[in-house]
């Protein structure tokens, strides 16, 4: 335990006192606030104002008109929050992969913990080509679907032959090995070496996957390499990387760089794992581990509650000489912050619920409108309307209207066939409109419509028998 002595002058009597700062013993330990505003204060007096240079990424612009995103260059990346007063003085539009210089004080967003630079100004510096040929080969891919949801295999959960590409060459494969041998014993592991970096490397990593591929035993695949600067891991963002991993057949896992580091392999496989090591630990499920994870989670519990009951206490004694009295506009700021995270997730948990609603709303007027009485009423007028033009069309007004006559003899039975014992006998004609009496004069047996409509020579037309020649004498 260090202790610091009081020195005591000429005129302090030596009471022989001794002064513990907090967290230098188990006896008394320094809390997370107390530690996150010591580091801020260190940060924000230490530092200063700066002037940085890098690339923007995870760029994020919400309604309360502040502007979050990330800082990175090829090895490190740096969070960055700019106020809305500052804000509205930058003039060009923010976007990721844009190259900057920022000027800010570093300091701390105690939420989570995390340093961050507060930016007052903004440059540009442009874009990099190989950000500019990252983005244009995701969006080419994209637009390919080889990116959906839909593509992504699920994992085995108990795989057990695991084929790995990778350099055979540094840390990366031999942690893998270390764990994958611990959590899963049992298992086999298939490695196969290529270059992860240079020129030709993503030609090797493309055929060392299709020979995978090719051999059909291999439950899981996983492509794996260190972290490094945007240039060393640009081969898992070649396209020909991609096309194979897109056409495997067997489920994939992409492990390259850090957690940060995102490649175009990263959104083909079927799940991006954050590093290597991570990638090993997902591959496997330990039984015995989580047994033990069920004896932690109820140790943790028991231990959480005496400490929140604890934390309150302690929470009243410092409310006197807490931060937020001390500098309120920067609690305000920090609560700022957290209020945009929280009114992000406001706005799209609404928008899902608003979506499904209407949704459902938009199937239930469809159904209503298809069994709507008014439709089948239609639809049965017009059927009737249908049958009523048949029954006109088949009636025999109809045949009438087309200039056809019906005959009736003298019992108003039709007359259906011209017989010599016709002549002479009196017939109704029944017209369109109206009706005439007549005699029937002349019958030629046998003619049909064809004949009486086709135009024939006075002399052709047989002249009248004798007999009708005397009935027509008597009749004058």
């Known amino acids: 335990m260090k202790k610091k002595r009081i020195t005591p002058d000429k005129e302090t009597p030596d009471l ?71 804000a509205m003085r930058v003039g060009f539009a923010l976007q990721d992969g844009q190259a900057v210089i920022v000027r800010g004080t570093i300091t701390v967003y105690e939420a989570r913990g995390q340093y961050q630079i507060q930016v007052t100004e903004i440059q540009s510096r442009g874009q990099g080509s190989l950000q500019q040929r990252f983005e244009e080969l995701k969006r080419r891919l994209q637009a390919e679907n080889l990116f959906d949801l839909e593509r992504k295999r699920p994992l085995p959960v108990f795989p057990e032959t695991i084929g790995i590409v990778t350099s055979l060459q540094g840390a990366v494969l031999q942690d893998m090995l270390q764990i994958l041998q611990r959590r899963a014993p049992g298992i086999r592991i298939r490695v196969r070496g290529v270059r992860v970096q240079g020129i030709g490397a993503a030609q090797e990593i493309a ?111 410092q409310l006197a000489s807490s931060y937020a009295l001390r500098e309120p506009r920067r609690v305000v700021r920090q609560w700022a912050q957290r209020l945009d995270d929280l009114r992000e997730n406001l706005h799209r948990t609404t928008s899902d619920a608003i979506q499904t609603r209407q949704n459902a709303l938009q199937l239930l007027q469809t159904r209503l409108a298809a069994h709507h009485p008014a439709r089948e009423i239609e639809r049965r007028r017009g059927h009737l309307t249908q049958l009523a033009a048949r029954l006109r069309t088949l009636g025999p007004q109809a045949t009438l209207d087309r200039g056809y006559a019906l005959v009736l003899d003298k019992r108003g039975h039709p007359v259906l066939k011209a017989d010599k014992k016709i002549e002479g006998q009196p017939v109704r004609l029944i017209l369109a409109k109206g009706m005439a009496g007549a005699t029937i004069t002349e019958a030629y047996p046998g003619k049909t419509l064809l004949n009486a409509l086709t135009p024939q020579s006075p002399d052709v037309v047989s002249s009248p028998t004798k007999k009708s020649k005397a009935r027509r004498k008597a009749s004058s």
Request: charged fraction near 25%; proline fraction near 4%.
């Open 16 to 86: 022989g006192l001794t002064v513990e700062m907090p967290g230098r013993s188990l006896r008394n330990p320094i809390s997370i606030s107390d530690l996150t505003t010591t580091i801020r204060a260190l940060l924000e007096e230490g530092l200063g104002e700066v002037w940085v240079a890098g690339e923007i990424s995870n760029f994020r612009a919400p309604g309360s008109g502040h502007l979050y995103f990330t800082l990175k260059d090829a090895t490190a990346t740096l969070a960055a929050v700019m106020f809305r007063p500052d």
């Open 207 to 317: 055929e060392a996957i299709a020979a995978f591929d090719a051999e059909k035993n291999i439950d899981l695949l996983v492509v794996a390499r260190g972290g490094g600067s945007l240039e060393d891991i640009w081969a898992f963002n070649e396209e020909v990387v991609a096309r194979a991993l897109a056409s495997c057949s067997l489920p994939t896992i992409s492990a390259v760089g850090h957690e940060t580091d995102f490649t175009i392999a990263d959104f083909v496989a079927d799940l991006r794992a954050p590093t290597p090591s991570a990638a090993a630990e997902l591959l496997t499920r330990d039984w015995a581990e989580w047994r033990e994870t069920v004896g932690d989670l109820h140790t943790r519990l028991d231990r959480t509650t005496r400490q929140a009951l604890a934390g309150h206490r302690r929470h009243l004694m």
